[in-house]
């Protein structure tokens, strides 16, 4: 059972680090968001991209996490915020609470409850939360998954 969870756990650190990556081009040449610019439908793709790559590499970080407790601990946690306190333990993430936010983010950006708060939305992102991406990825490349 153990050597099929370090199968699945390098299958989810190659995802989260190709995630990180497309989070990581899109930020590339990015200014931020100006809500008084009137933009083309050409300069909003890259903000799309944006926000869609860091929904994406969120899920897949998810993803990830579960399948590393699972062969951490031999259990799963009940909740998302079990999960996440527990990879903040594991010193994988910087914070849970910050992840609740990420979390909710990307629960408004599906849902488009974004409209008044697109600007704070985009730094978020690209200020905030992808740091918090690239930190994860660092933190799992150097896993030893034994």
Known sequence: MKEEYKILINE???KVIKSVRLVKSSLENLAPYDPTKEYTDKELESYDALT???E???EISIKFFRIYEKYQFAESSDTIRDLLNRMEKLDLITSAEQ???MRDLRNRIVHDYLLAEIKKAYDLIMFDY???LIRLEEKIKKLEIK
Do not use: D, G, L, V
């Open 130 to 132: 992808a740091k918090e």
């Open 12 to 14: 989810a650190i190659k």
């Open 52 to 54: 869609s790559r860091f």
């Open 56 to 58: 994406r590499a969120y």
């Open 99 to 101: 992840w609740i936010e």
